[in-house]
């Protein structure tokens, strides 16, 4: 099977970790049996309007990481700021990618195109998609579903109309799922789970890595691994942090990421006197990210909304205890596992008082990373490439049919 991916989420030189799950997922397609080549979406970022704080992520001239299995173009678009103008993001897309997506049909035609979000990528993809003849899938992975179609009745009419022009929609948790179905008539299957079991296992010498790593000792360490932005709850975080130092003084939060409330939490950290209990890590490549999770004590993920995220499961392949919100994916997913505790988003009490619980006890601790890590093979790259590609398959076998009749 030959598949046109279209996906923004793709790792850079600036930032090697983002949206890594992308060609993690798209190389296990190929190590399947497909072949994929990948068009990236860049918004175009004139180096003058960079000095702003909402320009300044938008860089693509640093370059896209470069993964052999995947042949990868990178596609400049026009897009200003601001969530107003995600309505026509996906046609200027669509106009900019056309070309190259023309030539490299004609040369070898493609059976499918995949797109890994709905804005602007699914939109983009829909009209590519007629153009070329051929059936488009799209991968619905969190805000896309859960936060951009509420932002005006026209959006949300906008990602009806998208859904409905698709020939077949996966969803990275349950939520999303049932929320794609709710709008249209097919049903929509869940996959999740890009897990590369080498770099993403328990640590050979856990103590080493932590001396390595500059950790003490006696401390007892927090991670948490994601963009800074208010909807992952690191606010929420830092203020249970202060409340959980009067019962584990020893405890650190590690911060591993970037964004645009950095100087906030900084500010926010200062403001509570926790400077010293609290490190910005900064970006990190993506083995970097497994050491940090192989030598932390838990990985912390607040967030306010997910689809099925990443780093949950690859800390549970580290075996590392997990403690997250009932949020996107997973409450199915990973709400019988006893290596994770699960608590209501934007609760700095409910969140204090499970971190408490974990931080109280190393048995506890040893005993949810145990449980974690036996958990954690469901979730591998190999076994979700398997399932998409045979969804994917079923929707290039229908849409032949279809012609012939």
Same mark, same amino acid.
């Given at each position: 099977?030959?598949? &046109?991916?279209?996906? @923004?989420?793709?790792?850079? %030189? ?11 997922? &798209? ?20 180096r003058i309007l960079r000095v702003f704080p909402r320009w300044?992520?938008?860089? +693509? ?11 990868? @173009? /990178? ?9 107003? $103008? ?5 046609? /200027? ?16 035609? $493609? ?15 829909? @009209? ?18 859960? %936060? ?9 009419? @906008? ?18 799922? +049932? ?11 869940? /996959? ?17 890595? #932590? ?23 690191? $606010? ?16 650190? &939060? ?11 939490? #900084? ?7 926790? =400077? =010293? ?73 409910e969140l204090t008082d499970a971190l408490h619980r974990v931080?109280?006890?190393? =048995?506890? #601790?040893? #005993? ?30 229908? +849409? ?6």
């Open positions: 099977m030959r598949i &046109l991916a279209i996906s @923004h989420l793709f790792p850079t %030189v600036a930032s090697p970790a983002y949206g890594i799950w992308v060609p993690r997922q &798209l190389s296990a397609m190929v190590q399947g049996g497909a072949q994929v080549d990948v068009l990236i979406p860049a918004v175009l970022a004139p300044r992520k938008y860089n +693509h001239l640093t370059g896209t990481c470069e993964f052999n299995e995947l042949r990868t @173009h /990178v596609i400049p678009y026009a897009r200003p700021t601001g969530n107003w $103008y995600y309505r026509w993001a996906g046609h /200027v897309l669509y106009r900019a990618a056309l070309s190259i997506a023309l030539a490299w049909h004609r040369v070898t035609p $493609y059976d499918i195109i995949y797109a890994t979000c709905i804005f602007p990528d699914g939109d983009a993809a829909v @009209h590519l998609g007629k153009r070329l003849g051929i059936p488009v899938c799209c991968l619905a992975i969190g805000s896309d579903v859960n %936060v951009y179609p509420d932002i005006s009745k026209t959006m949300f009419r @906008h990602f009806v109309r998208i859904v409905n022009n698709l020939d077949g929609m996966l969803a990275c948790g349950e939520g999303l799922a +049932h929320r794609v179905e709710s709008v249209s008539n097919r049903p929509t299957p869940v /996959v999740h789970g890009v897990v590369e079991a080498d770099v993403f296992k328990p640590a050979a010498d856990r103590e080493s890595l #932590r001396e390595s790593l500059g950790f003490k000792r006696e401390q007892l360490v927090l991670l948490f691994v994601g963009g800074l932005k208010k909807t992952k709850g690191v $606010y929420e975080l830092i203020e249970s942090l202060r409340g959980l130092l009067y019962l584990h003084p020893k405890t650190v &939060l590690k911060i591993i990421g970037t964004g645009i409330e950095l100087d906030g939490l #900084r500010k926010e950290a200062e403001s509570n006197g926790l =400077e =010293e209990c609290v490190e910005f890590v900064g970006a990190v490549g993506p083995n970097e990210v497994a050491r940090w999770m192989q030598a932390s004590d838990v990985l912390v993920l607040p967030s306010y909304s997910e689809g099925m995220p990443n780093v949950v499961m690859e800390a549970m392949a580290c075996g590392t205890p997990v403690v997250a919100t009932t949020v996107g994916g997973l409450p199915r997913a990973v709400g019988e596992c006893e290596g994770v505790e699960l608590v209501k988003p934007q609760s700095v009490e931080l109280a006890n190393e =048995e506890i #601790r040893v #005993r949810m990373g145990a449980a974690a890590l036996a958990w954690s093979p469901r979730f591998s790259a190999k076994q979700s490439a398997q399932r998409i590609l045979t969804y994917l398959d079923d929707l290039v076998s229908q +849409h032949r049919a279809s012609k012939k009749n």
